[in-house]
């Protein structure tokens, strides 16, 4: 999964700093404390109150995120998901005071959703002290974990072999996997962890014990030699990881029953800890139930395993916790990553099937060669990527009627089936006729511009300007007293645009179906380009115009028959990848396209070109083997699990849908749905169509469907 970064940075004066790849925005936080503070009373009493939480969370959401800012976040976000990418949400805090707040909690109320449990938004506190490459050690499985249980006598006692227990318990189908080696230390004495770090090299600390307030400072509290307390600050605590550059990671938690004083001070000695040069830190901000801790150590330890950067993993296990737990309690939120590699690469995490050349014996032969020029298949095909394929005449015809004045072309296709990719290549094809070109990607656009018809008339004038290095005259020509909003956008694109080209201009809209929802925007912007087409037919001006219009879904809006630019034109739809093409694909990625394990992977996830490439990539890359890959593919610890997530979070916020795939993944047979319902369903790529029924499109989505819904 590929990320785009978003970054807060408060500072002591509570100034908001938001830095992301469009740049830097800044505001102001608010936040009434002495409100917060009570809530947060509340909620250290274990009080269970869903409405408790998500108003904690959305008063932290608007102090964090005032208007300039969440509108920066939102496009962010927007942006990445129209290419498949996660949000990777990073938060600095200079104050100590709003440090200690829990920001876990922080909930979007638009899309009702808490960003530490959302898959798509990958949240961590930053410490602006950066990892370097050079520094992040290859760690081959198993990860050595060594498993600290302090319990001094004159501190309140732990069930020291309950806790041993319980974490071994959690990882055991692990360790019996070969994915962890754990040591455990019951007599945690300076003397005794010494020993056990020199003994050989570990990847993770794991700490179980107290931590105590005393003077002002916190403090963790090992065991003195005549068992009592032994009271460690940051400062010591972090000598006993000096130098050691296998460590990547330190877990602090307390057990069920701990002080609230104990989190606090865990919470507090992890970003002190990271300064001092430990990778990644995860403290518990609040004691969890027993059960909740045995499920973070299963999730956590088998993410990190798998090689998912600390930040993604850490961000499933808190998913994982609020599917079982449930978003009324504060479980969800307790685990906090401080980490200092904006990347989360924190352990280089060497495949076990590298290391032993016997496990791959019965898995598809691997041209090593090739992998130099291998592509992870991220957004559209590079133009000179020799993994794009051609579909069964679908290009020349594109090509051939991009040659014909005033034509018109509808791509339609599911998300991710590579309706962009070919839209770059009939691009490609214009520039080589010495055709203009702009393409405008409607997927990204705020949602202030087009539920207002002038606002994004103005805003696609403006736009089609700057793409072709033109002035903007938008401001000047629009005549509001005499024309209609229709009218200035057309007498614009003649007098501003084509008359000033004198050249066949291509004009590519990308995800049009955005625009589908807002009626008073989508009839007459339709309407206009259809009579755009109409004019070329007889206009020498419109006659260089070239539209090429892309959606996901059927057109489910009522639009007039012959104002519709939908029912005019060369009609194309992307269908998937037949046999054939699976198994040229699988010779580009250096994989015997005869072996059995390919089929197997065409059933499980059909002929979708994305699907099909992120496994060949994966496989090819040595990071699993087809086999893992068909195992774990509907779990959370597939590959697809981050694909599935996305969808999920589609669903979930609409519950007709919901209801409406229930029936169709558990069914043997076509199911009948409601026409809106199946071009929703369809556009998400989920389904297929046979006449007017519908079936999940590939075994996976059947599967992983049938078990969440």
Known sequence: MNYQDFQILVNENQRIRASSSQGEVSGELSLDMDRTKQTLRLIDHQVKDGELLKGLGYELYQALFPNQINARFQATIAGAQANNHSVRLRLIFESPELAALPWEFLYDKQTNTFLGNNTQTVLSRYIDVPLQKRDIKAASLPLKVLLVISSPTNLAKLDVAGEEQLIREALSKHIEAGDIELDVLQEATIRNINQKLREKPHNVFHFIGHGNFKDNKGYIALVDGDGTANLLDDERFANFFLG???????????????????????????????????????????????????????????????????????????????????????????????????????????????????????????????????????????????????????????????????????????????????????????????????????????????????????????????????????????????????????????????????????????????????????????????????????????????????????????????????????????????????KDLATKHGINSQDSLLAELRTMVGGHPYLLRLAMYDVATGKTTFKDLLESATTEAGIYSNHLRYLLEILRSAPDLVQALKQVVNSTMGVELDSMQIYKLHSLGLVQRQNNHVTPRCQLYREYFRRVL
Not at 251 to 273: E, H, M, Y
Not at 312 to 336: C, H, K, W, Y
Not at 381 to 409: H, K, N, W
Request: charge should be negative; aromatic fraction near 10%.
């Open 244 to 582: 050691d550059n296998n460590l990547g990671l330190v877990i602090l938690n307390s057990c069920q029953g701990a002080t609230v004083s104990a989190n606090q001070v865990f919470a507090g000695t992890a970003p002190n800890l990271v300064r001092r040069g430990i990778p990644a830190v995860v403290a518990m901000q609040y004691s969890i139930l027993d059960a909740t801790a045995k499920l973070f150590a299963d999730e956590f330890y088998r993410t990190l395993a798998l090689g998912y950067p600390v930040d993604a993993a850490i961000q499933s296990t808190r998913n994982a916790i609020s599917m079982e737990v449930g978003l009324d309690r504060r479980d969800f939120a307790t685990p906090v990553l401080y980490m200092r590699a904006s990347d989360g690469i924190i352990l280089d995490v060497i495949p076990k099937k590298l290391l032993d050349p016997q496990s791959l014996s019965n898995e598809p032969r691997i041209n090593h060669v090739s992998m130099q020029s291998l592509e992870y298949p991220d957004g559209s095909v590079p133009l000179d990527s020799p993994f794009y394929l051609e579909r069964d005449g679908i290009e020349s015809l594109c090509y051939q009627t991009l040659l014909q004045s005033a034509s018109l072309m509808r791509i339609k296709a599911p998300k991710l089936m590579g309706k962009t990719s070919l839209l770059r290549r009939i691009i490609a094809q214009g520039v080589k006729q010495n055709y203009q070109r702009v393409y405008l990607d409607l997927g990204g656009v705020n949602k202030q511009v087009i539920t207002n018809l002038d606002n994004f008339l103005r805003w696609f004038c403006s736009k089609v300007s700057l793409e072709l290095d033109l002035d903007n005259q938008v401001d000047n020509a629009w005549n509001t007293k005499f024309l209609g909003s229709n009218d200035n956008c057309t007498a614009y694109l003649k007098k501003y645009i084509l008359n000033q080209i004198n050249s066949p201009l291509v004009l590519v809209l990308d995800e049009v179906d955005r625009l589908f929802p807002y009626s008073e925007v989508v009839s007459d912007f339709f309407g206009m380009l259809r009579s755009w087409h109409e004019k070329g037919k007889d206009t020498e001006v419109w006659k260089q115009l070239r539209l090429v219009l892309a959606h996901s879904t059927e057109v489910y809006i009522p639009l007039d028959y012959h104002q519709s630019p939908f029912n005019a034109g060369v009609p194309v739809e992307l269908e998937e990848f037949n046999q054939q093409q699976v």
